[in-house]
Structures are given as C-alpha cells and as structure tokens.
C-alpha cells in the first residue's frame, strides 16, 4: 500500500502560514509573550470562529488585535473562541498579540523545570481551526539556560544579550493544533544520549530518582522494536508531511502526572520510569505517533471519542506485545491488567460505556475496558485480519475532518459485518 498516497485531502483550510513568535523573556513561570499572525480565509459564512483561550478569567491578557483589510472580532473566554466578520470573503492577514497564562502545565509540572505546551485539555494557547493544515514558522525568545524541546525541529540562531533565539519552520503543512512543544530548564535537567546498535536516543533526567542504566537500554529497545511494530502495521512514520521522524526525544520530569505523546516528544514520571515492573506505558506513547489526537480528528465531545483516540491504541499496543513476547504473557497481562480492573468497577457508578467516553475522564472504561471489547472481536475475527482492518482505517482517516464512531464501526461492517455488530452492541451496551 503507498501510504503516502493514501492520505485523504481535507476540507478548504481556513487558516495558513502562521507565523508565531513565543517568547520567555521576562515572563514568570507557565506566562510566554505571543505574537501570533496568520490568514484567515471566509467561506460562504461571514463569520469564521477559531479555538483560542483556556481559563476564562486568567489564560489570555493584553490581548491585542489588528486585521487587514479590517475586520470585526470577538473574544469569548467563556467559551474559549475567538470570532472574525468579514463583509467580503477576501482573506484577511490577522495579528494577535497577547499574554498567555498556562494553567494546566503549572497545575501539572509545578516547580518541575519544564513547562509544557499543547493545545489539550482546553489550553489554546495560540487561535486554530480544528482538523485545518497549515504552514507553520515559529521563533522562540527565550531566557539563558532555556531550550525548546519536542514537537517539531528548532535550530539555534544568533541571540540578543542574555536571550537566545531558536527558529523552527514546518516544510510540509501540518495539522493546525500540532503546534507543541516544552520549554526546558537546562540547569535542572541533564541530557543522556544512548547508544544501542548505532543507534541514538536521547533522554532528559532530572538529578533524582536515579535511573539504572539497564533501564535505559530496556526503553532503546522498546522504542526500537514498538516503533517497528507499528510502523509495520500503518506504515513508516518519518514522511515528508510531518516534517519529522526517527526516535522521539524523552523527557522525564518528578510530577506524577500521566505519560504525554507530543509528537517528537515523549514526557513522563522519572520515579515511574525507574520502578515500574514493565514499560507498557510507553510503548503506548509511542504508538500515538500513529493513532491519537495528531491524526485522527475526532473532537472532543463526540460520541465514543477517547474509545477512538485511546482505546484503540491501547488495544494495538497490547498486540504489539502478543508479537514481541507471545500470546501466553499476552494472555496474562490482558487478565491481569484489563480484565480484573474492569470487572472490579462493573456494576458501580465507576462503570461506564464506550459509547459515553466523549471526554478521558474514565480510565478504567477507556483503557481497561476499551481493549477487553477490542480482544473479544479481534479474536472472533483473527488478529491478522483485526490488523488488516486497523491499516485501512488508519489509511483513510488520518489528518481527515470529520471523523465519528459510525465511520469507525461503518469501516468495519465493509469487511466483517458479523464483527461490526458485535462491536457496536458492546460499545454500547456493556
């Protein structure tokens, strides 16, 4: 199957070439200085809405807004949009500056050296059109002893006084809220290149816990092998339109926090890393390069949503340990890990439907149960045809708006019908 080939076309994009200047200097924790300017296309509505903001009352400040040829605006906190109104449908050149408070990363990282910024849970940071592509050029401003990391490659260029300057500009389009990345303090963390059959990976360590060094090479070759897993599954990550590819940098920060895939970056617990019995986890991470919010674009809200976003690449991971361990551990870790924990909520207000998991606010449902429904049709199917199916629907709904579950279980029902029913009842019902 050409891959390449097979990524479908989206609707007309709204919005392009974004050029986006974040900046540090003199900025207090989780705070960056944003100059954000792009072109806002109008189709037949006068009126184009964007996601921009996050907390109502403290994420955006100063806000200043300029539109050329002129345009009327309109910021709603509340509902976290920005709203332009154009008399004509000729494109407009828009310039937002403004402060942006990140309150998720401080809740999430506190006093950890590393703030991280991603257009999830509710933080947009920059304004976007959900399932859009667009070109990105973007500069970093930032403090002595502060780098970026992730998300998208940055080169270093010549910095003013204390401040250094870094440059990072996307060659292929990109979809719109993949702007991310994390901002380092080099002072607290250190860097930790491995080497494993000439091959390189790149690690951030905090000072403590200390991570054995055999644990290090046990996450080489994880990533090494789960990146070949999928990849064999839906085809090589590293294409011209992610501007990326290779082994995703690692940083491990002490907030407990859950695992985050942002793209090239992998962000996790130290103290997790170095005293959990297997690292599962992050071969899950690693398959949201394929299967997540970076490209299958599902909105929030929608029916079955983190069944679509999480579940089905818990399942895939579980079966990327089914081909690199066999099915006898396979068989036990799905008992002990998945099966148990949901049984244990079955019944009870924590019990919760598929169909319902609009938001990931259940992980027992999405993560334990999603996989168990998975397991019951994959293996009434065969897994090999399980996988079949996983690469068609990757193939033609990735960086595709306009996702939902009847489009999932739709798929299905083209080559299994059998399976497809059985699949949609427990979504539903179980």
Not at 129 to 151: Q, W
Not at 252 to 262: K, L, V
Not at 352 to 378: E, F, Q, S, W
Request: hydrophobic fraction near 40%; charged fraction near 20%.
């Amino acid at each position: 199957m050409n891959y390449e080939g097979s990524i479908p076309l989206t609707q007309q994009n709204r919005v392009e070439n974004y050029a986006i200047v974040f900046s540090k200097t003199g900025m207090e924790d989780f705070n960056l200085l944003i100059d954000c300017t792009f072109t806002l296309r109008f189709d037949e509505d006068s009126t184009a809405v964007m996601r921009f903001g996050g907390d109502a009352a403290y994420s955006v400040g100063a806000l200043r807004v300029t539109v050329s040829p002129e345009a009327a605006w309109h910021y709603d906190p509340e509902a976290k949009t920005i709203a332009f109104t154009a008399p004509t449908r000729q494109p407009r050149r828009i310039r937002m500056t403004y402060v942006y408070c990140n309150l998720t990363s401080a809740f999430v990282y506190g006093d950890n050296g590393c703030e991280l910024w991603e257009p999830s849970y509710g933080e947009n940071f920059y304004p976007y059109v959900f399932g859009d592509r667009s070109l990105f050029d973007v500069r970093y401003e930032l403090p002595a002893g502060i780098v970026p990391l992730g998300g998208y490659p940055t080169q270093e260029c010549v910095g003013k006084g204390n401040t250094r300057l870094f440059h990072s500009r996307i060659p292929e389009t990109v979809v719109s809220h993949s702007c991310v990345f994390a901002l380092l303090d080099t002072t607290r963390y250190r860097e930790t290149v491995h080497l494993l059959d000439r091959d390189t990976l790149r690690l951030w360590f905090m000072p403590a816990p200390e991570v054995p060094a055999a644990r290090i090479d046990e996450l080489h070759r994880l990533t090494r092998d789960a990146t070949a897993f999928f990849a064999a599954c839906f085809g090589p990550y590293d294409d011209t339109r992610n501007a990326i590819g290779g082994h995703p940098v690692y940083l491990f920060h002490t907030s407990g926090y859950s695992n985050r895939n942002n793209l090239n970056l992998i962000s996790a617990s130290q103290e997790k890393f170095a005293a959990k019995p297997h690292l599962l986890p992050l071969a899950h991470e690693i398959g949201h390069r394929w299967l997540g919010e970076w490209t299958l674009l599902i909105p929030d809200g929608a029916e079955a949503a983190y069944f679509i976003k999480e579940s089905l690449n818990e399942y895939m991971t579980l079966l990327f340990v089914r081909a690199t361990a066999g099915e006898e551990v396979f068989r036990s870790l799905l008992e002990t890990e998945y099966e148990k924990p949901m049984q244990t909520v079955r019944g009870t207000v924590a019990d919760a439907r598929l169909i319902d998991m609009r938001h990931n606010d259940n992980n027992t449902a999405v993560y334990c149960k999603g996989p168990v429904v998975l397991d019951r049709v994959a293996s009434r199917m065969g897994y090999d045809r399980w996988i079949g199916f996983m690469r068609r629907f990757y193939a033609t709904w990735r960086y595709r708006p306009g996702l939902a579950y009847p489009s999932f279980v739709g798929l299905l029902a083209r080559d299994d019908p059998q399976a497809a029913r059985l699949l949609d009842s427990l979504v539903r019902t179980f």
